[in-house]
């Protein structure tokens, strides 16, 4: 902003850590650290309030936040073109008029400029109106209030005040009412200089529902020169994995053959391979044939009897890549995964690695024998699919610095993992948060984590997992089935402990497992989805609040249990089940009125 800019102050809510203020010192003139309450516009107040009578030295004052990256495009021509208007305020975006207030569900939202950028010229900042607003401003305890009680009646206040407005990037030039939020790629592609965070972060089926693609945002950033690397790091501190995974696209469907030259320098790679078996060595390490660069292997077992015969098997499987192999003897107590972060904890922190690959042997106990086959599959495929499959992965890491970890998808092809995956472990996941210092927001119903614990990533991404101070003692196997293995309560928090130290997930697959996933996928989502009515974003929120007890849910599991299985039935209890089941969308337009006063993130449009 410099360059437009006579003076910047940065208004922080909350703490300012020394690296902060290093960062922040070179780019502003002032820094204003203040409590965080008020959200960004009781921030604003402050920020006016300390100004004081100075704001007379300026012709025009801008008010932002932090919810948008940027610049994407210059600032330059829109301040021109802007600066060429005879308005009082400008913004960037603006929002349409709706009714009913979906923030309500009733009355009526105003037409408004969004207020994350709002340009304010002097006989407006100087009028009786503007100090009498800021002066009456009401508290702001939630981010319902700042929409309702500044965002939404801003920009009416001060039109029928006499002030004349504008807008940078009307929404009428756009396909959709709200293209901050549903065309960001169009509005850059436009010249707007900046990106809402939002799409990157929203509830997905709500996305979803408006075809949004992250993924095409990110990738029109980053053509027109912004570095996506930004973005990933960012919203890794912030955002929910498994929602930034979905939103932005983040699963990569990866080819056999090398779509890359060798890079330089080669990686230097490390493998850990957990072997609860002298077996699993044909079917574990054979497939490291796969990986297209020297690499060091470090083999964990739990019987020093095992040691000998491991070592032959790998000595006959004659690996073109492996430079060196050590077997290590480690306690059974948290198998593969205490073995990676205790037994091998001196491979992820002395700095010899740039890459550790971890996989294991072990399968599934209650499992029919061809979920444990496809499981093997679906997790080494996945992850060593052939020379050119890895080679295109190691890629992945190469082209973006910040990317700490990739596996597979969860599973859910012989498993029911979908909708359950947390369970009982999430109390003790938010204990160990605590107490590593992780406060990367945990993703509700299941987590974004490497389901059959194989996985390539950055030792880096690993420390706060390795430096936990845990001990094999820790891994013991609980006494009582109510109590989480620490081992499993740890997998699950994988991509939280990368993402505290800003390193991002990606899940990859080969096409074969993708075409797979996708088909069986998309075929249960289609049987799941006629019990309801509506789209993906409807369904969902009825099913969350009719759960299994209650009218609605009676009501719909009813209809989705006789349809299935008796339809002769169905259709004799049709005069019945209809009138319940209007009731019960009854039931749904609640819902979505209760969502909107409750959730108004996902409500608002």
Known sequence: MREHAAR??????????????????????E???????????????????????AIGEFDEVLLTNDTWFGPVRPYGPVFERMGERPVHF??????????PNPFTGKGVLPYHLQS????????????????????????????????????????????????????????????????????PDLLVEDGCPLVKRRPLFHYPPFMNRHAVSGRRIVETMAAHGYPAELVWSNLARNVQPKVLNTDAGMLEVLPGRALVEEVAPVPRLAVVAHLPQTKDVSRV????????????????????????DVR????????????????????????????????CRDVLTEGRYDLVFKVHGRTPRQRSQNAKRYFSRYQLENLLDSPGYVRNMLALFEREPGLGIVYPPMMHVGYSLPGRAWSFYLPRAKEI????????????????????????????????????????????????????????????LISYAAAEDGFHTRTIMTAEHASISHTSMEYKVDQLASTTPGYPLEQIQFLHRAGWFGTGGIVAMMR????????????????????????ARFGVRTAKRVLRRGRPDEGRA
């Open 433 to 492: 948060c605590a107490e590593l210092g992780i406060q990367v927001p945990l993703d509700g119903i299941s987590p974004l984590a490497p389901f059959g614990g194989m996985w390539v990533c950055r030792p880096e991404a690993l420390r706060r997992l390795v430096d936990a101070g845990h001990a094999y003692a820790d891994y013991e196997k609980p006494r009582s089935k109510s109590v989480p293995a620490l081992a499993k309560v740890v997998e699950r």
């Open 285 to 308: 390490i054979g497939a490291l044939r796969a990986v297209p660069h020297p690499f060091d292997l470090f083999v964990t077992v739990h019987d020093d009897r095992m040691v000998a």
């Open 560 to 583: 989705m249990y006789v349809r299935l299985n008796h339809p002769e039935v169905a259709r004799s209890l049709h005069p019945v089940l209809h009138p319940l089941g209007r009731f």
């Open 31 to 53: 820094i204003l650290v203040r409590d965080n309450v008020g959200f960004d516009i009781w921030a604003h107040k402050d920020a006016l309030d300390h100004v004081g009578e």
């Open 90 to 99: 400008w913004g960037m975006t603006d929002h349409v008029r709706q009714e």
């Open 312 to 343: 032959s098997g790998i000595e006959a499987l004659g690996l073109d890549g492996l430079s060196r192999t050590e077997v290590r003897v480690v306690p059974a107590a948290g198998r593969d995964m205490s073995a990676l972060l205790l037994g």
């Open 116 to 183: 994350f950028w709002i340009a304010v010229r002097r006989e407006m900042f100087l009028s009786e109106a503007w100090r009498r607003y800021w002066a009456e401003l009401p508290e702001m305890p939630s981010y319902f209030d700042a929409v309702l009680k500044h965002e939404a009646v801003f920009t009416e206040t001060f039109a029928q005040a006499g002030f004349t407005h504008d807008v940078a990037f009307p929404e009428g030039d756009y396909p959709t009412e709200h293209p901050a939020l549903f065309n």
């Open 8 to 29: 910047v102050l940065v208004v922080v809510n909350g703490s300012l850590s020394e690296e902060g203020r290093a960062k922040l010192e070179p780019v502003s003139d």
